[in-house]
């Protein structure tokens, strides 16, 4: 049915919420963490002991999160989870997209908060 939601089971994971500006929940963290960790465990990247080079990786971290999250919504919308993309309009998806962005930059700002020792 157009109600079935395919990442049903996938929620609870990335503590996400359909319909919600936290559609896309901590996955681009996540994923962009894991990719950057990988990347820096295979030594593809350098990453140093100081503290210039570890203020750099989790700036690249965060940046690259904010890519993953911009290519989830684009994903997101021209897929048809919020309906199909020649319906909405352009300007409609183009807001979505927007949306999903501004929400996944403050799940990225939160969790920067958490790291610092807030909360």
Do not use: H
Not at 62 to 82: D, E, H, N, R, S
């Amino acid at each position: 049915s157009e109600s079935a939601d395919p990442f049903y089971w996938m929620r609870v994971i990335m503590a996400s919420n359909r319909g919600t500006l936290m559609e896309l929940g901590i996955s681009p963290i996540v994923t962009s963490g894991l990719i950057m960790q990988l990347l820096a465990g295979t030594k593809i990247i350098e990453v140093g002991d100081s503290v210039k080079d570890r203020a750099l990786f989790n700036g690249a971290q965060k940046l690259f999160g904010m890519l993953i999250t911009v290519c989830q919504a684009v994903v997101y919308v021209v897929t048809g989870m919020y309906g199909e993309p020649a319906d909405l309009g352009m300007g409609i998806c183009l807001l979505i997209i927007i949306q999903l962005l501004c929400s996944g930059v403050i799940v990225l700002l939160l969790d920067e908060l958490l790291q610092k020792g807030y909360g």
